[in-house]
């Protein structure tokens, strides 16, 4: 009864070694355990053997894998290229929009505040045409950023239709 535990534990350990290690202490043990045991030995040199056998297999690849892999990844890093410009554009522009919409906020208040007075405009109408002056580059910027994702998106589904 012992021996079949020490032959359970043993391969369970050979097992253990060629997938993610052991302690020394089991290590010793197995050592020693493979002197004495012809059985465990033979498991172990077969695992081993079969190992090397699983590691230099050729595994065919469709047709054509490798150029398609090829091509997909050009395409993508010709297209990061190209983007890589225009993103850091957007951000300069977004970056000075910010710088100059800070600094002219007050004058542009008082602008529409003078405009609506002069027009006889309800506080409300100009107050919210105010806040329309702010909002609608970013919306703007909002609708460019979507539509570029789909167009992506787009993209995609065309180079997986090609495969």
Do not use: Y
């Not at 172990?44 to 090397?52: E, Q, S, Y």
């Not at 409300?124 to 910027?141: C, S």
Request: proline share 4%; charged share 25%; glycine share 6%.
């Amino acid at each position: 009864m012992m021996n079949d535990n020490a032959h359970e534990r043993a391969t369970q350990l050979i097992a253990q070694a060629r997938i993610e290690g052991m302690p020394d202490t089991d290590r010793a043990w197995l050592r020693a355990h493979l002197e004495d045991c012809d059985f465990c030995a033979e498991h172990a040199r077969r695992t081993d053997r079969a190992l090397r056998l699983l590691r230099t297999a050729a595994v065919p690849l469709p047709e054509g894998m490798a150029s398609r892999t090829q091509f997909r990844v050009r395409l993508r890093a010709q297209e990061l290229r190209e983007r890589e410009p225009k993103r850091r554009a957007l951000w300069l522009a977004s970056g000075v929009s910010w710088i100059f919409g800070v600094a002219s906020a007050p004058f542009v208040w008082n602008l529409f505040q003078w405009l609506g007075q002069r027009a006889g405009l309800p506080k409300l109408v100009w107050e919210v045409g105010f806040g329309l002056w702010w909002t609608i580059p970013a919306l703007f910027a909002a609708a460019v950023l979507l539509m570029e994702h789909s167009r992506k998106g787009e993209q995609a589904d065309w180079i997986n239709q090609g495969s």
